[in-house]
């Protein structure tokens, strides 16, 4: 699709994306949602510049979305990150900042069913990115005092090892963050945090056998 045919049709859901979420409103904001990702399929997800423009300029929207108590507009936000993150795939990587902090919050949330939708989109984006761009954002919620987030941020990270590409997770910087979040887990009081983490150090010494001595 030409870049300007999928801006037009970006610019008509604007409107809907917008609108202030009343009893109302919300079912006409879960649809602008479901037609931008009607929107990037139909396209390809091309050219991905448009479709990351319209990602940044919604960016408000959709986080607002998936906060809201309304799970169907909340599991709609959701749909959109999964559908663009595959979609995308390595490009993501220019918004991950603006959607995987408030992804990793949700999981911290009291809702068990946005919990697991959370953290299915977060294992969904990793998978489809092959990004370990989410690692800094794990490693600042490791030691959250919701245990639910630290089991997010450790199958988060575990995903990253087993997604990745070996040469992008042995850079310094992100051998750095697999480690700090291996020693905020490896001691954690909930057992299925600590099961995860013993995953992930097996993972670790096969992806950094220089570095487990240290």
Known sequence: MPAADIQHEFNNLRQGFFLEETEDNWERIAKAMHSFVKVGEEAGYEPST????????????????????RTRLCGAALDLLSSTASGLGRDFDQVMPLFMPPLL???????????????????????????????????QFVKDKVASLRLAVAEGTL????????????????????????????RDANPDVRNVSRKIFQSYRILFPSRVEK
């Open 50 to 69: 448009e479709v990351i423009n319209a990602l940044r300029n919604f960016h408000r929207p959709i986080v607002g979305a998936m906060h809201s108590e």
């Open 105 to 139: 919050v949700l999981c911290g949330k009291t809702n068990k069913v946005v919990i697991n939708r959370a953290r299915s989109t977060i294992l969904s984006v990793i998978e489809s990115t092959q990004l370990p761009s989410s690692l800094p954002y794990f490693v």
């Open 159 to 186: 995903a990253c090892l087993n997604s990745c590409n070996p040469p992008d997770l042995e850079k310094e910087a992100r051998a750095r963050d697999v480690e700090i979040i291996i020693r905020g887990t490896a």
